[in-house]
């Protein structure tokens, strides 16, 4: 069993930066893959990065791209999302997720087994 905390979000004005923590405790050798998915109020959840835990290969929403990076700390069990230039559209509650499967990073919540609670993300205009 993993846990997943999420920390790190909260209000910013639009241009501004934010980067979230993911703190992964319990099994968490077996983790494979990590991502960040969002989800805004009326909206379905959409997939924001991943990354590949030991190897840092990375994959990215098109609309995300160039403004967010995904990377681990793999000696503090933790995965980051730093968020830049950020916009009102970027506002959501933001989850981490985790899977053991072998496989390459992916965009798919249905890959995932593990989630965080989330932490929210409000982009002021």
């Known amino acids: 069993q993993v846990q997943l905390v999420e920390s790190g979000g909260g209000l910013v004005q639009a241009g501004g930066s934010l980067r979230l923590s993911c703190a992964a405790s319990?099994?968490?050798?077996?983790?494979?893959?990590m991502g960040w998915f969002r989800q805004a109020p009326g909206k379905e959840r959409d997939f924001v990065a991943a990354?590949?835990?030991?190897?840092?290969?990375?994959i990215y929403a098109d609309s995300v791209k160039g403004r967010f990076t995904i990377s681990s700390d793999n000696a503090k069990n933790t995965v980051y999302l730093q968020m830049s230039s950020l916009k009102p559209e970027d506002t959501a509650g933001y989850y981490c997720a985790r899977t053991a499967a072998r496989i390459p990073p992916s965009d798919s919540d249905y890959d995932y087994d593990s989630w965080g609670q989330g932490t929210q993300v409000t982009v002021s205009s």
């Open positions: 319990g099994r968490t050798f077996s983790s494979s893959v």
């Open positions: 990354i590949n835990w030991s190897g840092g290969s990375t």
